[in-house]
């Protein structure tokens, strides 16, 4: 295997030839941000968080651009920090900023960039585009008012479940993550997995909470509730503890 010859932010390290610059600057220990990446899932550069100075005319996506011999990769500068920072400026300027009573709030990877960029004023006005929340399925709750279209969900339903039950539909400023004929999850053929919610960045993709009807039937005197662990939770605490 032929290895490279590569320098990111000063440090040099030796990687096998393939290698994407943003694998060569995790062998650096040096952080590149990502929001749409996954890898070898979903390596498609569509965030532009990840840009890099690797010497070219235009700042390159890490996450896809390959090491050659000699590459020295520039990660961290004035003109690369404000250039992320205005694209996720812009990705939020869309986006359903109700952080606080989102599911997502203190585990979102949105939020915690934007707190790492130091992002406290969105410059731009964005058009909130006032979607439906589709919660029919007995499982999982689709909010596309806070997907950022990084494509994750589609990646790991497509690549890694073959189920192909969400795809990316529409184009331009229309662009949304849906079902066919943009129908609920609840009437294709989903299989109620939950990978998709599982790489969702952000709070458009998260399982259905029934605690409220199980706090309503506690309370209600004319039933009487049984109380069961479901037999994959005890299997799984038993793993846990031998």
Same mark, same amino acid.
């Given at each position: 295997m032929n290895l490279l010859n590569v320098t990111i932010d000063g440090i040099k390290v030796q990687v096998p030839e393939g290698t994407? %610059?943003?694998d060569a600057a995790k062998l650096a220990n040096v952080d590149i941000p990502t929001l749409?990446?996954? #890898? !070898? +899932? @979903?390596? $498609?550069?569509a965030c532009r968080m990840c840009l890099v100075d690797v010497g070219a005319r235009a700042l390159q996506t890490a996450c896809v651009y390959p090491c050659s011999e000699g590459l020295n990769v520039i990660t961290n500068s004035p003109k690369i920090r404000d250039i992320r920072k205005a694209t996720l400026e812009l990705i939020l300027s869309n986006h359903e900023r109700t952080c606080l009573t989102c599911i997502r709030n203190n585990n979102c990877e949105l939020q915690a960039l934007s707190e790492k960029l130091n992002v406290r004023d969105i410059p731009y006005d964005g058009v909130s585009k006032g979607l439906p929340i589709d919660n029919i399925s007995k499982s $999982? %709750?689709?909010d596309n008012n806070k997907c950022i279209l990084c494509r994750r969900c589609v990646a790991v339903c497509n690549k890694i479940q073959t189920v192909g039950a969400i795809n990316v539909m529409e184009r331009g400023y229309d662009t949304i993550i849906s079902t066919a004929d943009h129908r609920s999850i609840a009437d294709v053929n989903c299989v109620n997995c939950g990978q998709c919610i599982n790489v969702c960045p952000v709070g458009a993709l998260y399982? #259905? *909470? @029934?605690t409220q009807?199980?706090? *309503?039937? +506690? #309370? !209600?005197? !004319? #039933?009487?509730? %049984?109380i069961q662990t479901a037999p994959s939770v005890r299997a799984g605490i038993g793993e846990e503890f031998g």
């Open positions: 994407s %610059v943003l749409c990446y996954l #890898k !070898d +899932i @979903n390596e $498609i550069g $999982i %709750v689709r399982e #259905k *909470d @029934n009807l199980v706090w *309503d039937a +506690i #309370k !209600d005197p !004319d #039933k009487h509730v %049984v």
